[in-house]
């Protein structure tokens, strides 16, 4: 079912003054500045690089992350977990994750995953008192009051296919240093709710469980988005310290198992999943990308636990046959892409190429991208994907040099730090 995304405001953006920097063979006039192209990078790239390049490689440079803004408060919290913690990226979705499920164990009165996927749309949709902490929360279900919680990452309202029904997405500028400020947010909302098909039901009553509730989280400890990992553990973390200290779920202390989703390397996700289904876990927080839920999702379902991601924004999953089990914060990539593509239309380009990774992940993306662009009037003059363990990415960067955009959206994940450096020498990075 296609749905519409509404809701995708004209993105706030600082002009930028960009001087090209010309040798003694390609003198420019005054009136004729060296041509430089906008680059925009989106979640799986937008970090603070810092030292890693050359102070200014980065500078104006504008990048996308789906979901919520991180308080100050919730950002001491993670770096009592983690002192080391650059980036927050995902922490406020993997803090929820936890807590909406918990809550929704709560209602159930179980640790069934049956029984817990049957109430997550119950306490995080209306009709519900509104409520947005887990001991709020969990005292109102006590004392036989719905809930409606909304959590830190915003009003989750999951649809029937277990997605949000809306969700924001950051848009953020690159300085000197190489690192990125938030420059503002963006709210999108999907106009229609999907019916799910049959192999998206919750068949059975479901076994209703031991009592305690037991939490693995497959998270990126290596591999592409190993940068990602430190943020969205420490969320998990907070917020299985924060049920614990609340006198845990159903009256006992909830277990945290850790496991290493290993994103970009084969074999590490499913064989981190069999050890976390052989400690007999009740939900599965993970992935981080896509590609490998996707690689994954089969044997989490089919062994009967409940999956919840903080991050994965493929359409997909819209239609995925996961027995009712699966769930996630994030939207499609449709809204990412939307927010994307608006911002580099009201940053004023007409004609930008998309270098993306060859995956689920950056297919959907560079879809969404390229539908709301060319909608606003645009023209996606290439589009050109590219093997992320490729031993080079000079073909690539050509066939983007040859269509001449004014603006490349840069789909990728870490291999973009070997990506940078061809755009540079094809003279197309924007940054000194």
């Known amino acids: 079912m296609n749905r519409r995304l509404t809701g995708l405001a004209a993105a706030v953006a600082t002009s930028l ?17 060296a041509k430089k192209t906008q680059i925009y990078l989106v ?51 993997s803090y929820d994750s936890v807590i909406l499920t918990a809550l929704a164990a709560e209602a159930a009165k179980s640790d069934g995953a049956k ?60 300085g000197k240093d190489n690192t990125y400020q938030a420059a503002g947010y963006e709210t999108g909302k999907a106009s229609a709710d999907p019916d799910p098909l049959p192999a998206q039901e919750i068949s059975g009553a479901g076994a209703p469980g031991d009592g305690r509730l037991v939490f693995g989280s497959l998270l990126p400890q ?23 200290d609340h006198g845990g779920v159903l009256g006992e202390n909830v277990k945290l198992v850790a496991g290493d989703s290993g994103d ?36 989490i379902v089919n062994a009967g636990a409940l999956n919840i991601s903080p991050s994965v924004t493929s359409p997909e999953f819209d239609t995925f046959p996961d027995k009712g089990l699966f769930f996630r914060l994030m939207q499609s990539d449709a809204l990412q892409g939307g927010v994307l ?14 270098l993306v990774r060859q995956d689920a992940w950056g297919q959907g993306l560079a879809a969404g991208i390229k539908a ?7 023209n996606v003059v290439a589009t050109r994907f590219y093997a992320p363990d490729s031993g080079g990415f000079t073909a690539e960067v050509n066939a983007i040099k040859a269509a001449d955009p004014d603006a490349i959206a840069l789909v990728g994940f870490d291999e973009t730090k070997k990506i940078v450096p061809e755009l540079i020498k094809a003279g197309l990075w924007m940054g000194r």
């Open 17 to 33: 003054i960009l001087t090209g920097c010309s040798d003694s063979s390609d003198q420019k006039t005054a009136d004729e500045p």
């Open 43 to 93: 979640d799986g790239n937008t970090t603070q690089y810092g030292d890693e390049f050359r102070a200014g490689t980065f500078d104006g440079v504008k990048g996308v992350i789906p979901g919520g803004k991180s308080t100050d408060e919730f950002r001491k919290r993670l770096l009592a977990v983690d002192p080391g913690l650059k980036d927050f990226a995902y922490a406020v979705e």
């Open 115 to 174: 029984l817990i996927a049957a109430k997550m749309r119950d306490v995080s949709n209306a009709p519900g008192e509104k409520c947005t902490s887990f001991a709020d929360c969990a005292k109102l279900l006590k004392d036989g009051t719905e809930i409606d919680y909304d959590g830190l990452s915003g009003p989750i309202d999951l649809n029937r296919t277990g997605s949000p029904s809306a969700a924001s997405v950051g848009i953020f500028q690159y």
């Open 222 to 244: 290596t591999g592409d988005l190993s940068y990602l990992g430190p943020p969205m553990s420490a969320g998990v973390k907070v917020a299985v310290a924060e049920l614990n």
């Open 264 to 299: 970009g390397t084969p074999n590490i996700a499913p064989q981190e999943t069999d050890k976390l289904l052989d400690q007999d876990v009740d939900v599965i927080v993970g992935t981080a990308s896509s590609s490998v839920s996707l690689s994954v999702l089969d044997k």
């Open 341 to 354: 593509a608006n911002t580099i239309s009201n940053d004023g380009y007409t004609d930008i190429a998309i």
């Open 372 to 378: 709301t662009f060319e909608e606003s009037g645009g």
